[in-house]
C-alpha cells in the first residue's frame, strides 16, 4: 500500500517535464538561456553605475581625508633612528635653556664624528645648508631639512664641518663631501643644490659633526620634527619617545651590519644610558 500511494507521487513530475520539453525543445532552451544571459550583462555597466553608493563629498575632501590617512599610517609606522649606533650619550633635554633666551626644541644625538647620519622617514630635501661650499673653502655650518612624506618636518644641525680625524683641529676644511651622504654628493655636482631631491627613510644622508653652534668636537646631531613642513611655524615635537621606539623596534644600523636587533638591543644597554 505504500508503494501504490507512492507510485503517482513520484511519476507527477516526470510527467510535468516530459511535457514542458514536449513544449520547449532543448536547444531552444539553451538559445532563450543565452539571449537572457547576454542582455542582463549588457544592463549591468549602467546598473552599476546608477547605485547609490553611499554619501559622497567633493574630491577636495576626499583627497585631503585620504592624504591625512596615509600621513597617520605613516606615524604610527613610526620612524627609522637616524643616527648609526653605537651612540656616546642621548638626553631628553627637550625645553632646556639654552643661550639667547631660546629653549631645547630637539634632542641633541651623541656619536662620534663622522658617524652616519639617516633619513627617518620617506621625503624630500628642502634645504642643504653649507651645499654651496666651494673645495677648500672653511665652511663651518651643515644641516639638512627634510619635508617627509608623513606631512612632517625633520632637521639634523651640526653635520660635520672638518677633516676627518681633525688632525688640525676643528678646521672647517671638511667639505660638503665629509658633511653629505656620497649620493647626495653626486646629485649635488649634477643638479648645483639637493633641494628637491627624494630620499628613503633608513637611507645614509650625511655625517655627525659639530658644525654651526655646537662647541667644537661635541660630536652630535642635534634633530627636530615637526608638525608641518614650515620650519616649525606650526609646531614642534619632542621626538625623544619616538627615538626610543626606534631603537626598541629595531629600526636602526649599527657599525656592526650583520647585527640584529636584539644583539643592537643588548649592546645599547651596555654602552648607552638612555635618560628619561
Known sequence: ??????????????????????SFPMPVLRRLSLFLLLAVMALLPSAASALPLGPTAPTSQV???TAES?????TEKGIFFPVRLPLNAMDNTWGAPRSGGRSHAG??????QMAPAYAT???????????????????RDYYLAIAGDDGRGYLYIHLNDDTP?????????????????????????????????RVEAGEHIGYTGS??????????????IWEGHDWGASGRVNPYNELVAAIDAGSTRHEVDDLGAPATRALLASQLVITQ
Do not use: Y
Open 165 to 197: 680625524d681633525r688632525p688640525n683641529g676643528c678646521d672647517g676644511l671638511g667639505g660638503v663631501e665629509h658633511a653629505f651622504a656620497p649620493r647626495l654628493v653626486e646629485e649635488l655636482q649634477e643638479r648645483g643644490t639637493l633641494e628637491g631631491v
Open 107 to 112: 634632542t641633541d644625538i651623541l656619536a662620534p
Open 121 to 139: 622617514v620617506d621625503g624630500e630635501i628642502m634645504r642643504a645648508k653649507g651645499e654651496d661650499c666651494a673645495e677648500g673653502q672653511v665652511c
Open 211 to 224: 658644525s654651526g653652534n655646537a662647541d667644537c668636537g661635541v660630536d652630535h646631531i642635534h634633530f627636530e
Open 63 to 65: 583627497d585631503g581625508q
Open 1 to 22: 500500500m505504500l508503494l501504490r500511494a507512492r507510485g503517482p507521487a513520484l511519476t507527477f513530475p516526470l510527467t510535468v517535464r516530459r511535457r514542458h520539453e514536449e
Open 70 to 74: 596615509d600621513a597617520a599610517l605613516d
